[in-house]
């Protein structure tokens, strides 16, 4: 079994010559690292504080957790029957194919995150809207009385 990894990849690659088959795989850390990067970025664009990007992260950490049972994204491309072996077309399928499982992981996260966080969000904002509407009864009852 041989094993490729190009400069500058998150990807390496297991060939097995003799069964034909060509195996992509991604670390789980990387989507961990890209699911952080574009939370703080969505943060930072909202100018909101470092801290809740923590708090946040860690909700991150978690989904990634259960959104990957395995520490890998794999995907491995086999020959089929008939077709004539190309190891650098193989490369480029598995390539393709392991990128879909990465991009489609880290989509559901960010769902499950934003779904997370602005539920959260809509609770605040529903304490907030509900202390300033008691404050604005309580204001009109002394108003009422002076």
């Known amino acids: 079994m041989k094993k490729v990894h190009k400069n500058n990849s998150m990807i390496t690659y297991f060939i097995d010559e003799e069964s034909k088959c060509i195996t992509a795989v991604i670390p789980v850390t990387e989507l961990t690292q890209d699911v952080h990067h574009t939370i703080q970025k ?3 664009k909202n100018n909101t504080g470092g801290n809740i990007y923590i708090h ?3 909700i991150a950490n978690d989904l990634v957790r259960t959104r990957c049972n395995s520490s890998y994204i794999k995907a491995t491309v086999r020959l089929s029957q008939g ?3 190309d190891e650098s077309e193989g490369m480029q399928i598995a390539c393709k194919k392991v990128l879909v499982k ?3 992981f880290k989509r559901k996260i960010l769902l499950d995150f934003s779904q997370q966080y602005l539920t959260q969000w809509m609770k605040d ?4 809207t509900e202390y300033a509407t008691n404050r604005y009864v309580n204001f009109l009852a002394e108003y009422d009385k002076a």
């Open 102 to 104: 990465y991009y489609n």
């Open 125 to 128: 904002i529903y304490l907030e």
């Open 42 to 44: 969505s943060l930072n």
């Open 56 to 58: 946040k992260a860690y």
């Open 83 to 85: 077709d004539k072996y």
